[in-house]
Protein backbone atom coordinates (compact mmCIF):
# COMPACT_ATOMS: atom_id res chain seq x y z
CA UNK A 1 0.00 0.00 0.00
CA UNK A 2 2.91 2.12 0.54
CA UNK A 3 5.40 1.73 -1.75
CA UNK A 4 4.57 2.87 -4.85
CA UNK A 5 6.82 6.12 -5.87
CA UNK A 6 6.11 9.53 -7.24
CA UNK A 7 2.45 9.24 -6.03
CA UNK A 8 0.23 11.86 -4.64
CA UNK A 9 -0.58 10.77 -1.21
CA UNK A 10 -1.30 12.33 1.87
CA UNK A 11 1.44 14.00 4.55
CA UNK A 12 0.71 11.26 7.03
CA UNK A 13 0.92 8.19 4.42
CA UNK A 14 4.10 10.15 2.99
CA UNK A 15 5.48 10.03 6.67
CA UNK A 16 5.25 6.06 7.14
CA UNK A 17 6.60 5.17 3.60
CA UNK A 18 9.56 7.41 4.15
CA UNK A 19 10.37 6.02 7.30
CA UNK A 20 10.23 2.72 5.79
CA UNK A 21 11.97 3.44 2.76
CA UNK A 22 14.91 4.38 5.53
CA UNK A 23 14.67 1.25 7.06
CA UNK A 24 12.59 1.64 9.99
CA UNK A 25 10.74 -1.51 11.57
CA UNK A 26 9.64 0.08 15.24
CA UNK A 27 8.57 3.43 16.36
CA UNK A 28 7.88 3.98 20.31
CA UNK A 29 4.97 6.89 21.03
CA UNK A 30 1.70 7.91 22.86
CA UNK A 31 -1.12 9.49 20.38
CA UNK A 32 -2.75 13.06 21.18
CA UNK A 33 -4.84 15.33 18.45
CA UNK A 34 -2.48 16.62 16.13
CA UNK A 35 -0.86 13.24 14.95
CA UNK A 36 -4.19 11.28 14.93
CA UNK A 37 -3.99 11.20 10.95
CA UNK A 38 -0.65 9.59 11.24
CA UNK A 39 -1.46 6.79 14.02
CA UNK A 40 -5.09 6.34 11.08
CA UNK A 41 -2.27 5.15 8.87
CA UNK A 42 -0.41 3.18 10.84
CA UNK A 43 -3.65 1.40 11.94
CA UNK A 44 -3.77 0.24 7.81
CA UNK A 45 -0.56 -1.05 7.22
CA UNK A 46 1.93 -3.83 8.94
CA UNK A 47 5.71 -2.52 7.94
CA UNK A 48 5.78 -0.02 10.84
CA UNK A 49 5.21 -1.92 14.57
CA UNK A 50 4.15 1.04 16.78
CA UNK A 51 5.29 0.45 20.60
CA UNK A 52 2.51 2.41 22.66
CA UNK A 53 4.90 3.28 25.80
CA UNK A 54 2.53 5.00 29.14
CA UNK A 55 4.82 8.50 29.41
CA UNK A 56 6.57 10.02 26.27
CA UNK A 57 10.12 10.51 28.31
CA UNK A 58 9.92 6.65 28.68
CA UNK A 59 9.17 6.66 24.22
CA UNK A 60 13.05 8.15 24.09
CA UNK A 61 14.43 6.20 26.78
CA UNK A 62 13.29 3.10 24.81
CA UNK A 63 14.07 4.51 21.75
CA UNK A 64 17.89 4.91 22.68
CA UNK A 65 17.60 1.45 24.43
CA UNK A 66 16.30 0.18 20.75
CA UNK A 67 19.11 1.88 19.01
CA UNK A 68 21.69 0.53 21.16
CA UNK A 69 21.07 -2.74 20.71
CA UNK A 70 19.74 -2.74 17.02
CA UNK A 71 22.74 -0.42 15.79
CA UNK A 72 20.02 1.55 13.65
CA UNK A 73 18.57 5.22 14.61
CA UNK A 74 15.54 4.74 17.08
CA UNK A 75 12.37 6.92 16.04
CA UNK A 76 9.77 8.77 18.11
CA UNK A 77 6.92 9.67 17.55
CA UNK A 78 4.60 12.16 19.41
CA UNK A 79 1.59 14.75 19.88
CA UNK A 80 2.58 18.61 19.92
CA UNK A 81 2.72 20.86 23.72
CA UNK A 82 3.82 18.39 26.54
CA UNK A 83 4.05 15.48 24.45
CA UNK A 84 6.55 17.28 22.74
CA UNK A 85 7.99 19.01 26.03
CA UNK A 86 8.59 15.45 27.88
CA UNK A 87 10.74 14.21 25.30
CA UNK A 88 13.47 17.05 26.35
CA UNK A 89 15.00 14.95 28.97
CA UNK A 90 15.64 12.07 26.75
CA UNK A 91 16.81 14.28 23.65
CA UNK A 92 19.54 15.57 25.91
CA UNK A 93 20.64 12.34 27.64
CA UNK A 94 20.78 10.97 24.04
CA UNK A 95 22.59 14.19 22.58
CA UNK A 96 25.17 13.64 25.30
CA UNK A 97 26.08 10.03 25.04
CA UNK A 98 26.03 9.85 20.88
CA UNK A 99 22.50 7.85 20.50
CA UNK A 100 20.91 8.45 17.10
CA UNK A 101 17.55 9.01 17.32
CA UNK A 102 14.85 10.93 15.18
CA UNK A 103 12.11 12.83 17.25
CA UNK A 104 8.99 13.17 15.33
CA UNK A 105 7.16 15.87 17.00
CA UNK A 106 3.73 17.14 15.99
CA UNK A 107 3.06 20.60 15.85
CA UNK A 108 -0.17 23.18 15.69
CA UNK A 109 -1.86 24.47 12.15
CA UNK A 110 0.89 26.49 10.15
CA UNK A 111 -2.01 29.48 10.24
CA UNK A 112 -2.11 29.13 14.31
CA UNK A 113 1.71 29.41 14.74
CA UNK A 114 2.80 32.20 16.68
CA UNK A 115 -0.80 32.82 17.66
CA UNK A 116 -0.08 31.09 21.29
CA UNK A 117 -2.57 28.37 20.28
CA UNK A 118 -3.73 25.52 22.11
CA UNK A 119 -0.74 23.28 23.05
CA UNK A 120 1.85 25.66 21.15
CA UNK A 121 5.62 25.58 22.31
CA UNK A 122 8.78 25.70 19.91
CA UNK A 123 10.43 22.14 20.16
CA UNK A 124 12.97 22.99 18.10
CA UNK A 125 14.60 26.13 19.93
CA UNK A 126 13.96 24.41 23.14
CA UNK A 127 16.18 21.68 22.18
CA UNK A 128 18.51 23.58 20.07
CA UNK A 129 21.14 22.95 22.80
CA UNK A 130 20.70 19.34 23.16
CA UNK A 131 20.07 18.13 19.70
CA UNK A 132 21.99 17.73 16.80
CA UNK A 133 19.63 19.19 14.63
CA UNK A 134 16.01 20.45 14.13
CA UNK A 135 14.01 20.91 11.97
CA UNK A 136 9.96 22.57 11.29
CA UNK A 137 8.11 21.02 8.52
CA UNK A 138 4.90 23.17 7.49
CA UNK A 139 4.21 21.84 3.88
CA UNK A 140 3.97 17.89 2.56
CA UNK A 141 6.19 19.03 -0.17
CA UNK A 142 9.55 19.03 2.43
CA UNK A 143 8.18 16.10 4.85
CA UNK A 144 10.04 13.44 2.63
CA UNK A 145 13.25 15.29 2.20
CA UNK A 146 13.31 16.35 5.95
CA UNK A 147 12.61 13.17 7.63
CA UNK A 148 15.46 11.92 5.02
CA UNK A 149 18.15 14.48 6.03
CA UNK A 150 16.80 13.78 9.81
CA UNK A 151 18.32 10.31 9.68
CA UNK A 152 21.62 11.15 7.62
CA UNK A 153 22.30 13.39 10.47
CA UNK A 154 21.57 11.70 13.32
CA UNK A 155 23.98 8.55 12.16
CA UNK A 156 26.94 10.97 10.83
CA UNK A 157 30.11 11.91 13.06
CA UNK A 158 28.95 11.94 16.50
CA UNK A 159 25.96 10.45 16.34
CA UNK A 160 22.89 12.06 17.95
CA UNK A 161 19.23 13.46 18.24
CA UNK A 162 17.02 15.53 15.61
CA UNK A 163 14.07 17.23 15.73
CA UNK A 164 11.68 17.31 12.90
CA UNK A 165 8.58 19.14 14.15
CA UNK A 166 5.49 18.78 11.78
CA UNK A 167 2.35 21.19 11.61
CA UNK A 168 -0.83 19.36 11.66
CA UNK A 169 -1.78 20.40 8.24
CA UNK A 170 0.83 18.65 6.97
CA UNK A 171 -0.54 15.24 7.71
CA UNK A 172 -3.54 15.63 5.93
CA UNK A 173 -2.10 18.02 3.24
CA UNK A 174 -1.64 16.29 -0.51
CA UNK A 175 1.81 15.74 -2.15
CA UNK A 176 4.14 13.85 -4.27
CA UNK A 177 6.12 10.59 -2.63
CA UNK A 178 8.86 10.08 -4.29
CA UNK A 179 10.44 6.90 -3.03
CA UNK A 180 13.97 8.72 -2.38
CA UNK A 181 16.42 6.72 0.01
CA UNK A 182 19.26 7.93 2.11
CA UNK A 183 21.79 9.39 0.05
CA UNK A 184 24.51 9.98 2.65
CA UNK A 185 24.92 13.13 4.03
CA UNK A 186 28.15 14.79 4.94
CA UNK A 187 28.65 16.97 7.43
CA UNK A 188 30.50 20.30 6.98
CA UNK A 189 33.67 18.91 9.01
CA UNK A 190 36.53 18.30 7.02
CA UNK A 191 38.02 14.87 9.03
CA UNK A 192 42.14 14.56 9.52
CA UNK A 193 43.77 12.21 7.51
CA UNK A 194 47.31 12.44 8.53
CA UNK A 195 48.29 10.82 11.32
CA UNK A 196 52.09 11.21 10.79
CA UNK A 197 52.84 13.03 14.24
CA UNK A 198 50.58 11.00 15.69
CA UNK A 199 52.57 8.01 15.07
CA UNK A 200 55.89 9.95 15.95
CA UNK A 201 54.38 10.87 19.18
CA UNK A 202 53.13 7.18 20.30
CA UNK A 203 56.79 5.62 18.87
CA UNK A 204 58.79 8.28 21.49
CA UNK A 205 56.96 7.69 24.44
CA UNK A 206 57.96 5.13 26.97
CA UNK A 207 54.79 4.50 29.14
CA UNK A 208 52.01 5.07 26.75
CA UNK A 209 48.01 4.63 28.21
CA UNK A 210 44.99 4.47 26.31
CA UNK A 211 41.72 5.44 27.56
CA UNK A 212 38.83 4.29 25.42
CA UNK A 213 35.31 5.94 25.02
CA UNK A 214 31.60 5.69 23.62
CA UNK A 215 33.34 6.73 20.19
CA UNK A 216 35.67 3.24 20.01
CA UNK A 217 32.29 1.43 19.76
CA UNK A 218 30.50 4.06 17.86
CA UNK A 219 33.23 2.90 15.29
CA UNK A 220 32.88 -0.63 15.44
CA UNK A 221 36.73 -0.36 16.04
CA UNK A 222 36.42 -2.86 19.25
CA UNK A 223 38.91 -5.48 16.87
CA UNK A 224 41.02 -2.24 15.91
CA UNK A 225 41.42 -1.25 19.18
CA UNK A 226 42.44 -4.54 20.76
CA UNK A 227 45.13 -5.16 17.97
CA UNK A 228 46.58 -1.57 18.36
CA UNK A 229 46.95 -2.15 22.25
CA UNK A 230 48.28 -5.81 21.63
CA UNK A 231 51.26 -4.41 19.46
CA UNK A 232 51.38 -1.40 21.65
CA UNK A 233 52.20 -3.14 24.56
CA UNK A 234 50.26 -0.73 25.87
CA UNK A 235 47.59 -0.47 29.50
CA UNK A 236 43.98 0.10 28.50
CA UNK A 237 41.11 2.21 30.95
CA UNK A 238 37.89 2.80 29.49
CA UNK A 239 35.48 5.49 30.72
CA UNK A 240 31.96 4.63 32.03
CA UNK A 241 30.50 4.15 28.40
CA UNK A 242 33.61 2.90 27.03
CA UNK A 243 33.26 -0.17 28.95
CA UNK A 244 32.94 -2.90 26.25
CA UNK A 245 35.25 -1.66 23.85
CA UNK A 246 38.27 -3.41 25.01
CA UNK A 247 37.87 -6.91 26.74
CA UNK A 248 37.08 -7.26 30.30
CA UNK A 249 39.28 -10.00 31.18
CA UNK A 250 42.42 -9.26 28.94
CA UNK A 251 45.43 -8.60 30.79
CA UNK A 252 46.30 -5.11 29.40
CA UNK A 253 42.74 -4.19 30.40
CA UNK A 254 43.00 -1.98 34.16
CA UNK A 255 39.06 -0.94 34.36
CA UNK A 256 36.94 2.28 34.77
CA UNK A 257 38.98 5.12 35.54
CA UNK A 258 37.56 8.28 37.08
CA UNK A 259 35.83 8.81 40.70
CA UNK A 260 33.97 5.41 40.81
CA UNK A 261 36.70 4.20 38.66
CA UNK A 262 39.39 1.26 39.66
CA UNK A 263 42.54 3.11 41.90
CA UNK A 264 44.66 1.06 39.39
CA UNK A 265 42.89 2.49 36.32
CA UNK A 266 43.72 5.74 37.88
CA UNK A 267 46.65 5.18 38.86
CA UNK A 268 47.84 3.54 35.36
CA UNK A 269 47.19 7.80 34.00
CA UNK A 270 49.33 8.77 37.01
CA UNK A 271 52.62 6.78 35.88
CA UNK A 272 51.77 7.13 31.91
CA UNK A 273 53.92 9.55 29.99
CA UNK A 274 51.75 9.82 27.10
CA UNK A 275 47.68 9.73 26.96
CA UNK A 276 46.12 8.17 24.16
CA UNK A 277 42.36 9.00 24.44
CA UNK A 278 40.01 7.27 22.13
CA UNK A 279 36.91 8.56 21.64
CA UNK A 280 36.36 9.91 25.25
CA UNK A 281 35.31 13.71 26.15
CA UNK A 282 37.41 13.39 29.72
CA UNK A 283 34.94 15.13 31.29
CA UNK A 284 35.08 16.15 34.87
CA UNK A 285 34.07 12.43 36.03
CA UNK A 286 37.33 11.92 35.24
CA UNK A 287 39.18 15.07 35.57
CA UNK A 288 38.20 15.72 38.76
CA UNK A 289 40.74 12.78 40.69
CA UNK A 290 43.83 14.02 39.43
CA UNK A 291 45.74 17.06 40.68
CA UNK A 292 46.44 19.37 38.02
CA UNK A 293 49.84 18.52 37.52
CA UNK A 294 49.46 14.58 37.60
CA UNK A 295 47.78 15.61 33.76
CA UNK A 296 50.71 17.77 33.00
CA UNK A 297 51.99 15.30 30.33
CA UNK A 298 51.52 14.57 26.58
CA UNK A 299 48.13 14.07 25.35
CA UNK A 300 47.04 12.70 22.26
CA UNK A 301 43.18 13.28 21.91
CA UNK A 302 40.84 11.50 18.46
CA UNK A 303 37.41 12.53 18.72
CA UNK A 304 34.56 12.42 15.75
CA UNK A 305 33.62 15.23 17.34
CA UNK A 306 36.25 18.35 16.56
CA UNK A 307 34.27 20.14 19.62
CA UNK A 308 35.55 17.71 22.29
CA UNK A 309 39.05 18.39 21.50
CA UNK A 310 40.98 19.76 23.94
CA UNK A 311 37.70 21.00 25.50
CA UNK A 312 38.33 19.46 28.91
CA UNK A 313 41.82 19.16 29.03
CA UNK A 314 45.12 20.81 27.27
CA UNK A 315 46.15 18.20 24.45
CA UNK A 316 49.68 18.07 22.71
CA UNK A 317 48.14 16.76 18.95
CA UNK A 318 44.07 16.20 18.44
CA UNK A 319 42.65 14.66 15.48
CA UNK A 320 39.09 14.57 14.39
CA UNK A 321 38.55 11.33 12.69
CA UNK A 322 37.19 8.02 13.05
CA UNK A 323 38.46 5.88 15.53
CA UNK A 324 38.65 3.13 13.74
CA UNK A 325 40.39 4.59 10.71
CA UNK A 326 42.56 6.49 13.07
CA UNK A 327 44.47 2.99 14.77
CA UNK A 328 44.20 1.06 11.08
CA UNK A 329 46.44 3.68 9.94
CA UNK A 330 48.89 3.91 12.66
CA UNK A 331 52.22 1.82 12.21
CA UNK A 332 53.41 1.69 15.92
CA UNK A 333 56.53 -0.02 17.68
CA UNK A 334 55.87 -2.37 20.44
CA UNK A 335 56.63 -0.96 24.18
CA UNK A 336 58.78 -2.51 26.38
CA UNK A 337 57.36 -4.79 28.64
CA UNK A 338 58.79 -3.40 31.43
CA UNK A 339 56.21 -0.81 31.08
CA UNK A 340 53.12 -3.28 31.46
CA UNK A 341 55.04 -5.04 33.94
CA UNK A 342 55.61 -3.16 36.15
CA UNK A 343 51.95 -1.58 36.38
CA UNK A 344 50.44 -4.63 36.61
CA UNK A 345 51.82 -4.71 40.21
CA UNK A 346 49.09 -1.62 41.18
CA UNK A 347 45.92 -3.98 40.39
CA UNK A 348 44.84 -3.47 43.92
CA UNK A 349 41.92 -5.23 45.01
CA UNK A 350 39.56 -2.60 44.39
CA UNK A 351 36.08 -1.60 45.05
CA UNK A 352 36.17 -3.85 48.24
CA UNK A 353 32.59 -3.97 50.21
CA UNK A 354 31.85 -2.78 53.32
CA UNK A 355 29.58 -4.98 54.78
CA UNK A 356 27.36 -2.99 57.88
CA UNK A 357 25.08 -6.09 58.38
CA UNK A 358 23.99 -9.91 57.32
CA UNK A 359 21.35 -8.25 54.82
CA UNK A 360 22.03 -8.68 51.20
CA UNK A 361 24.76 -6.53 49.56
CA UNK A 362 24.23 -5.02 45.99
CA UNK A 363 27.77 -6.65 44.71
CA UNK A 364 26.16 -9.87 46.04
CA UNK A 365 23.27 -9.50 43.81
CA UNK A 366 24.57 -8.23 41.11
CA UNK A 367 27.19 -10.79 40.72
CA UNK A 368 24.24 -13.59 40.86
CA UNK A 369 22.25 -11.81 38.32
CA UNK A 370 25.21 -11.57 35.83
CA UNK A 371 25.08 -15.24 35.60
CA UNK A 372 22.16 -15.04 33.43
CA UNK A 373 22.51 -12.03 31.56
CA UNK A 374 23.28 -11.09 27.79
CA UNK A 375 22.06 -7.32 28.04
CA UNK A 376 21.34 -4.95 30.89
CA UNK A 377 20.50 -1.92 31.53
CA UNK A 378 20.94 0.51 34.67
CA UNK A 379 18.89 3.69 36.32
CA UNK A 380 20.89 6.24 37.39
CA UNK A 381 22.35 5.74 41.52
CA UNK A 382 24.39 3.69 43.46
CA UNK A 383 23.46 0.51 42.10
CA UNK A 384 24.76 1.74 38.84
CA UNK A 385 27.54 1.75 39.64
CA UNK A 386 27.62 -1.65 41.56
CA UNK A 387 26.87 -2.97 38.36
CA UNK A 388 29.83 -1.40 36.13
CA UNK A 389 31.91 -2.10 38.82
CA UNK A 390 31.10 -5.83 38.78
CA UNK A 391 30.48 -6.31 35.10
CA UNK A 392 31.81 -9.84 33.43
CA UNK A 393 33.00 -9.91 29.86
CA UNK A 394 30.20 -10.71 27.52
CA UNK A 395 27.55 -8.77 28.35
CA UNK A 396 26.46 -6.06 26.38
CA UNK A 397 25.96 -2.51 29.32
CA UNK A 398 23.26 0.19 28.62
CA UNK A 399 23.44 2.94 30.56
CA UNK A 400 22.77 7.06 30.95
CA UNK A 401 27.11 8.66 31.52
CA UNK A 402 26.62 11.85 30.42
CA UNK A 403 23.64 13.39 31.72
CA UNK A 404 22.61 10.72 34.32
CA UNK A 405 19.22 10.39 33.67
CA UNK A 406 17.47 8.42 36.81
CA UNK A 407 14.12 6.90 34.61
CA UNK A 408 16.03 5.82 31.64
CA UNK A 409 16.97 2.10 32.44
CA UNK A 410 13.84 0.48 32.77
CA UNK A 411 12.19 1.75 29.47
CA UNK A 412 15.76 1.51 27.79
CA UNK A 413 14.80 -2.26 28.79
CA UNK A 414 11.92 -2.27 27.17
CA UNK A 415 13.31 -1.15 23.80
CA UNK A 416 16.47 -3.46 23.95
CA UNK A 417 13.94 -6.53 24.23
CA UNK A 418 12.21 -4.84 21.28
CA UNK A 419 15.48 -4.77 19.13
CA UNK A 420 16.26 -8.39 20.26
CA UNK A 421 13.47 -10.18 22.07
CA UNK A 422 15.48 -13.27 21.54
CA UNK A 423 17.62 -11.97 24.86
CA UNK A 424 17.17 -12.37 28.32
CA UNK A 425 17.32 -7.90 29.31
CA UNK A 426 18.02 -7.15 32.50
CA UNK A 427 16.78 -3.74 33.97
CA UNK A 428 18.77 -2.69 37.61
CA UNK A 429 16.83 -0.47 39.12
CA UNK A 430 17.12 1.62 42.24
CA UNK A 431 13.94 1.95 44.08
CA UNK A 432 14.37 5.56 43.71
CA UNK A 433 14.88 5.46 39.78
CA UNK A 434 12.26 2.63 39.05
CA UNK A 435 9.77 4.76 40.14
CA UNK A 436 10.47 7.83 37.92
CA UNK A 437 8.96 4.96 34.67
CA UNK A 438 7.30 2.41 37.15
CA UNK A 439 4.11 2.84 34.70
CA UNK A 440 6.31 1.15 31.82
CA UNK A 441 5.20 -1.74 33.81
CA UNK A 442 2.32 -1.89 31.56
CA UNK A 443 4.51 -1.70 28.56
CA UNK A 444 6.17 -4.31 29.39
CA UNK A 445 3.12 -6.53 29.90
CA UNK A 446 1.24 -5.14 27.08
CA UNK A 447 4.11 -6.61 24.77
CA UNK A 448 5.13 -9.79 27.21
CA UNK A 449 8.55 -8.12 26.76
CA UNK A 450 11.06 -10.49 28.55
CA UNK A 451 12.40 -8.04 30.10
CA UNK A 452 13.49 -9.27 34.24
CA UNK A 453 13.29 -6.07 36.40
CA UNK A 454 16.02 -6.37 39.04
CA UNK A 455 14.96 -3.49 41.96
CA UNK A 456 18.29 -3.13 44.58
CA UNK A 457 15.19 -1.64 47.44
CA UNK A 458 17.03 0.50 50.11
CA UNK A 459 14.64 2.53 50.93
CA UNK A 460 16.62 5.48 50.00
CA UNK A 461 18.12 7.65 47.29
CA UNK A 462 20.84 6.10 47.50
CA UNK A 463 23.59 8.12 45.83
CA UNK A 464 22.34 11.21 47.18
CA UNK A 465 22.13 9.72 51.05
CA UNK A 466 26.05 9.15 50.68
CA UNK A 467 26.63 12.32 49.35
CA UNK A 468 24.66 13.78 52.56
CA UNK A 469 26.77 11.19 54.95
CA UNK A 470 30.26 12.90 53.36
CA UNK A 471 29.25 16.33 53.03
CA UNK A 472 26.63 16.82 56.13
CA UNK A 473 27.39 15.02 58.74
CA UNK A 474 24.73 12.33 57.71
CA UNK A 475 21.79 14.40 57.87
CA UNK A 476 19.63 12.47 55.37
CA UNK A 477 17.09 15.18 54.87
CA UNK A 478 14.68 13.61 51.60
CA UNK A 479 16.69 11.18 50.84
CA UNK A 480 14.42 8.46 53.29
CA UNK A 481 11.93 7.16 51.00
CA UNK A 482 8.38 5.25 51.60
CA UNK A 483 7.65 2.55 48.30
CA UNK A 484 4.95 0.54 47.64
CA UNK A 485 4.77 -3.03 47.36
CA UNK A 486 6.73 -3.64 44.16
CA UNK A 487 5.58 -7.44 44.24
CA UNK A 488 1.95 -6.21 44.66
CA UNK A 489 2.23 -3.77 42.31
CA UNK A 490 3.97 -6.00 39.47
CA UNK A 491 1.15 -8.36 40.35
CA UNK A 492 -1.63 -5.84 39.49
CA UNK A 493 -0.12 -5.44 35.98
CA UNK A 494 -0.31 -8.81 35.75
CA UNK A 495 3.35 -9.43 36.18
CA UNK A 496 5.23 -12.21 37.79
CA UNK A 497 7.48 -10.82 40.97
CA UNK A 498 9.07 -11.86 44.21
CA UNK A 499 10.80 -10.87 46.82
CA UNK A 500 14.28 -11.35 47.93
CA UNK A 501 15.36 -10.51 51.58
CA UNK A 502 18.02 -12.79 52.48
CA UNK A 503 21.13 -14.51 50.91
CA UNK A 504 20.01 -18.28 50.95
CA UNK A 505 16.99 -17.32 48.70
CA UNK A 506 19.17 -15.32 45.71
CA UNK A 507 19.85 -17.85 43.75
CA UNK A 508 16.83 -20.07 43.74
CA UNK A 509 14.41 -17.12 42.95
CA UNK A 510 16.62 -15.75 40.12
CA UNK A 511 16.92 -19.01 38.20
CA UNK A 512 12.79 -18.69 38.49
CA UNK A 513 12.87 -15.61 36.86
CA UNK A 514 14.98 -16.83 34.35
CA UNK A 515 13.33 -19.97 33.45
CA UNK A 516 11.48 -18.59 30.58
CA UNK A 517 10.88 -15.26 28.48
CA UNK A 518 8.28 -13.97 30.52
CA UNK A 519 8.50 -10.58 32.19
CA UNK A 520 9.65 -10.80 35.54
CA UNK A 521 10.02 -8.23 38.55
CA UNK A 522 12.09 -8.77 41.69
CA UNK A 523 12.49 -6.76 44.80
CA UNK A 524 15.99 -7.47 46.56
CA UNK A 525 16.08 -5.75 50.10
CA UNK A 526 19.05 -4.09 50.26
CA UNK A 527 21.30 -3.17 53.56
CA UNK A 528 19.83 0.71 53.49
CA UNK A 529 23.60 2.28 54.12
CA UNK A 530 26.35 0.25 52.15
CA UNK A 531 28.11 2.97 50.57
CA UNK A 532 30.37 2.89 46.53
Given at each position: MFQVKTKLLNGAQILINTLTNAGVNTIFGYPGSVVLNVYEE???????????????????????????????????????????????TGCADAYFDGIPLVILTGQVDKNL??????????????????????????????????ILKAFEISQSGKKGPVIVDITQNVFSDISN????????????????????????LINTSHKPAIITGAGVLHSNAEKELFEFAKTLNAPVVSTMLGIGSYPLNDENYFGML?????NSANEVLRKSDLLLILGARFNDRITSVFRPEELNKKILQVDINSEELGRNVNVTEKYCCDIKEFVQNITVSPKSADWLNSIQKIKVQDNIISRKSNMLHSCDVIKEIYKHTEIVTTEVGQHQIFAVQNLTQGIKFITSGGFGTMGFGFPAAIGAAVANPEKHVVCIAGDGSFQMNIQELATVKEYNLPVKIMVLNNGYLGMVRQLQESRFDGNYYETRISNPDFVKLAESYGIQAARVSSPDELKAVLEKAFEDNSPFLIDFIIEPMEEI
Open positions: LSKQNLLRHILVRHEQAAIHAAEGYAKVSNKAGVVLVTSGPGATNIVLGKNAFQEIDIVQMTENCSKAGFRVTDADMLEKTFYGENISGYQPETQYDKDFTSAQKGIYGK
